[in-house]
């Protein structure tokens, strides 16, 4: 029953920010309340300031009313799982921007605690302060190809679905371009247990 609650209200939600005028300022508003305390538990798991978070966080709650508005969340995850993997992402991207590195961020799908997605062996959390685990994400991102770089960007920091990445690269078939997606994500995690493997010597 509650989860039943839970979900009525999150389509309340959806509903009410893809509405005009006071019902999605209201909504707006919720979304930015529902989801603030993400703001302190990556200020304690990540140990950025605050303030530079919550610039973050509003960074997010515009993105992810716009992807809303646009259609681009299906809602094929909770709309809280969806909000919490793009600010966890936004943050690890400006992380690596202060860190001047000249890759592109990828991804882990074990988003703590939240991720909705099929968990891997492995997860680019352990044993590292963020400036290292940067560093070794770069280095595993510089073994890879541009295509896999720019479509892991798109499905984690973008949000786009399978089928709006599939159109930005201009491939037709679905089935081909899932096929491509796999093996870019099962290509990053094998070279980055390999990685771990040899740190951990």
């Not at 646009?70 to 709309?79: A, C, I, N, P």
């Not at 969806?82 to 860190?99: C, G, H």
């Not at 960007?153 to 491939?171: F, P, S």
Request: aromatic residues 10%; hydrophobic residues 35%.
């Amino acid at each position: 029953m509650i989860l039943l609650h839970q979900t009525q209200r999150e389509e309340h939600l959806i509903h009410s920010l893809q509405s005009q005028g006071r019902v999605k300022e209201l909504a707006v508003k919720e979304l930015i309340d529902r989801h603030a305390g993400y703001i302190y538990r990556l200020h304690r798991d990540m140990g950025l300031a605050e303030e530079v978070l919550k610039d973050i966080y509003t960074d997010t709650v515009i993105s992810v009313v716009r992807q809303v508005e646009e259609g681009h969340f299906r809602g094929d995850s909770k709309l809280s799982s969806y909000f919490f993997r793009i600010f966890y992402f936004k943050t690890i991207d400006y992380l690596r921007k202060e860190a001047h590195s000249q890759s592109r961020i990828l991804f882990t799908n074990e988003v703590p605690d939240l991720g909705d997605s099929n968990s891997w062996n492995g997860t680019i959390h352990d044993g590292l302060d963020s400036e290292d685990r940067l560093k070794q994400i770069s280095a595993v991102l510089n073994k890879m190809c541009p295509l896999c770089r720019s479509l892991i960007d798109d499905w984690i920091l973008k949000g786009y679905t399978v089928q709006e990445m599939a159109e930005r690269m201009g491939e037709t078939d679905i089935r081909k371009f899932s096929r491509t997606k796999y093996k870019c994500t099962e290509k990053f995690k094998s070279l980055w247990n390999q990685q771990m493997r040899v740190l951990a010597y």
